[in-house]
């Protein structure tokens, strides 16, 4: 098993940053990747950005250029820089992290953009 936290959510102004991050636990080596998706109330969670252990990314069409993902895999943690917000990010933000055979969420972390 493999435990996500977030932490960094809050509420920033359009055109400002946020800096996102969740922290692995338990069975770590088993994770391949890990990831950020997102949701609004109504809408089907997508995902916004994820990151292979060996570092290769990808990234939704509507962040690219504005948001970077990182990992530190020593730490087992993930982070996702999000610059030049808009109002339209706003969001609950959930970690992902995925092994050969099974996929693991955090409880998100609310991202309050206002405009």
């Known amino acids: 098993q493999v435990q996500l936290v977030e932490s960094g959510g809050g509420l920033v102004q359009a055109g400002g940053s946020l800096r996102l991050s969740c922290a692995a636990s338990g069975s770590t080596s088993s994770i391949n990747g890990m990831g950020w998706y997102r949701q609004d109330p109504g809408k089907q969670r997508e995902l916004v950005a994820r990151?292979?252990?060996?570092?290769?990314?990808t990234y939704a069409d509507s962040v690219k250029g504005r948001f970077t993902i990182s990992r530190d895999n020593a730490k087992n943690t993930v982070y996702l820089q999000m610059n030049s917000l808009k109002y339209e990010d706003t969001a609950v933000y959930y970690c992902?992290?995925?092994?050969?055979?099974?996929?693991?969420w955090g409880k998100g972390t609310l991202v309050t953009v206002s405009s």
């Open positions: 992902n992290a995925y092994s050969a055979y099974m996929g693991y």
């Open positions: 990151i292979t252990r060996g570092g290769s990314t």
